[in-house]
């Protein structure tokens, strides 16, 4: 009995456990004080919103991404200026080994003959060998051009020029690496901020569908309304999933522009580097920080590397607001925040800017010019370098004398079977008449050669011309722009929430409330894209202008 009677209080107690647990409304705080417009506690007894949660027992990946730290990077890391130094390094060899004929040559000449038959006279009743069997020469010769009419020397010159061509050839590169790591960064910031304003925009759904769940208990609104907000949540959520698509495509471009796309790690940090400058990348140091920061690097970059398989990527400051019900994030990363300010348009180069310096090939010039961009100076320096190996080429049909010098042992001695030391001196002169029109014709190549160069100049300066002030109008319209982006921002922030107090009072439907959220996050999203656009044209204008140091 007593058995029966403790049985019957368990399912009693059970029972009244149960309806208290359906019955009592679910509880959520949802606080975006820091992230939108609306601050309020608000309790639902219908549907469960989504919170933000923490990631924090998740295996995320984290990665801050500085603006200079990530064209330092690309620089660094980008395979373009890396072949680009390699061909500079053979061009400053080859150089090298056409200056080294204005010097003496001094070479070691030996040689070794067997003479099977040896030459005899005879003299009375005596014949004499003149010579020997084996026979040899040892001794440093040394040799040098006293006189060319100036070819080896306009040769050298040639080779000087191509050289700096090369280097202006590298910078020009350099100038593309950082411009497109620039532009893709800026591209990286504008889906984050589209990623946030969605988001932002979720959290503000989710707190007026709280607040809609509330009035329709209330009988105020109706279950359309509540369908309505539902669906509206539904968009924000398919929007926030196609922004975080967006937004890995442009953080994918960026990572493997600074070279997180392959495991081999970034380098020692010693790229470009001058001999001389300082000791930072001598061979202790670079042993040194190896060995501290190996470890570290290379698993950074491995996890890196791994999730790019699977990346999915949200701006460090939206990870704690994420969320629940959306795919959940892997990879975390803190972005510097670079904004348009208001005088910005003053620290932009002149509309009046002209990209002066005109040339020619054919006024047979040996100076180097200073212009405002590589590209110009590169094809100026080929363009001279081949006038100068023309000239070369030209002076090839002039007599040439070349001064000899010789000191060695030889051997035998004429009749004598002995060695004996043997000075000699003496000038060569050499006069070429005839040789079937090669010295003309390769004159005449290098000379078409330097004109194809000074056209691709005279191209490369219009080009660049039309495209700085295609950038400079478009800055001035992209500020215009910017003001009314602006203005619309306020006056939509101001007419949304001003639409959802009328709806709260009965005087419009949720239809308009749903419109009006919309169009604010269009302007919002517009006034970023402008901005984007700015710091962007700032970076074409830059690349147009700027020399690379």
Same mark, same amino acid.
């Given at each position: 009995m007593n058995f029966l009677g403790r049985y019957l209080l368990f399912f009693r107690f059970s029972c009244i456990a149960s309806i208290i647990f359906f019955?009592?409304?679910?509880?959520?705080?949802?606080?975006?004080?820091?992230?939108?417009?609306?601050?309020?506690?608000?309790?639902?007894?219908?549907v469960r919103p989504t919170v933000p949660h923490n990631f924090g027992t998740s295996k995320m990946v984290s990665?801050?991404?500085?603006?200079?730290?990530?064209?330092?990077?690309?620089?660094a890391n980008s395979h373009r200026i890396k072949m680009a130094d390699n061909d500079l390094f053979s061009t400053e060899a080859r150089a090298a080994a056409i200056r080294s004929q204005l010097y003496p040559k001094l070479i070691l000449d030996a040689g070794y003959k067997y003479l099977s038959n040896i030459p005899e006279i005879k003299i009375g009743n005596n014949t004499q060998k003149l010579g020997d069997n084996n026979n040899y020469t040892v001794g440093p010769t040394l040799s040098y051009t006293l006189l060319d009419f100036g070819s080896i020397k306009k040769s050298s010159e040639s080779a000087e020029f191509w050289v700096?061509?090369?280097? *202006? %050839?590298?910078?020009? &590169?350099? /100038?593309?690496?950082?411009? !497109?790591?620039?532009?893709?960064?800026?591209?990286?910031? $504008?889906?984050?901020?589209?990623l946030r304003l969605v988001l932002d925009s979720l959290i503000l759904g989710q707190t007026q569908k709280e607040d809609i769940d509330q009035r329709y208990r209330a009988g105020v609104s109706s279950a359309l309304d509540v369908m309505l907000a539902n669906k509206q949540l539904l968009d924000f959520k398919l929007k926030l999933l196609e922004s975080q698509t967006s937004f890995t495509e442009e953080l994918t471009d960026l990572l493997y522009l600074i070279g997180y796309g392959y495991t081999q790690g970034h380098g020692d940090g010693c790229v470009g580097h001058n001999e001389g400058s300082d000791n930072s990348c001598?061979?202790?140091?670079?042993?040194?920080?190896?060995?501290?920061?190996?470890?570290?690097?290379? *698993? %950074?970059?491995?996890? &890196?590397? /791994?999730?790019?398989?699977? !990346?999915?990527?949200?701006?460090?400051?939206?990870?704690? $607001?994420?969320?629940?019900?959306?795919?959940r994030p892997n990879f975390s990363v803190t972005l510097d925040i670079l904004d348009v300010p208001n005088d910005f348009v003053r620290d932009l180069p002149s509309s009046s800017m002209k990209f002066s310096k005109n040339f020619s090939a054919n006024d047979n010039k040996v100076s180097y010019p200073h212009l405002n961009h590589p590209r110009?100076?590169?094809?100026?320096?080929?363009?001279?370098?081949?006038?100068?190996?023309?000239?070369?080429?030209?002076?090839e049909n002039w007599p040439k004398l070349v001064l000899t010098g010789r000191s060695s042992i030889d051997y035998p001695n004429n009749t004598k079977l002995e060695s004996f030391n043997q000075n000699m001196i003496g000038v060569a002169l050499t006069f070429p008449i005839f040789d079937g029109g090669r010295v003309g014709y390769l004159q005449l190549q290098k000379i078409n050669e330097a004109n194809y160069y000074e056209e691709q100049f005279a191209s490369m300066k219009n080009e660049l011309q039309r495209e700085l002030d295609k950038a400079l109008s478009k800055k001035e319209l992209l500020f215009s722009e910017l003001k009314i982006a602006r203005e619309g921002v306020d006056e939509s922030e101001k007419i949304a929430t001003l639409i959802y107090k009328t709806y709260?009072?009965?005087?419009?439907?949720?239809?308009?409330?749903?419109?009006?959220?919309l169009r604010l996050l269009e302007w919002k999203v517009q006034l970023a894209l402008i901005k984007t656009q700015i710091l962007m044209?700032?970076?074409?204008?830059?690349?147009?202008?700027?020399?690379?140091?």
């Open positions: 019955a009592l409304p679910s509880f959520a705080l949802v606080d975006i004080s820091n992230h939108g417009h609306i601050s309020h506690v608000v309790i639902s007894s219908v990665l801050t991404l500085k603006f200079n730290s990530a064209i330092e990077k690309a620089v700096r061509g090369k280097k *202006n %050839e590298r910078d020009a &590169i350099q /100038n593309d690496v950082s411009t !497109l790591t620039k532009i893709t960064y800026f591209k990286v910031q $504008l889906a984050a901020q589209k001598d061979s202790e140091n670079r042993n040194r920080n190896r060995n501290e920061n190996e470890n570290e690097n290379e *698993n %950074e970059n491995e996890n &890196i590397v /791994n999730q790019l398989k699977n !990346l999915k990527p949200v701006e460090s400051s939206l990870l704690s $607001l994420w969320p629940m019900d959306v795919s110009l100076n590169m094809y100026e320096n080929y363009s001279l370098s081949l006038v100068s190996s023309a000239d070369s080429a030209k002076k709260k009072s009965g005087k419009v439907n949720y239809l308009d409330v749903q419109n009006s959220n044209q700032n970076a074409t204008i830059e690349s147009m202008t700027a020399v690379v140091r």
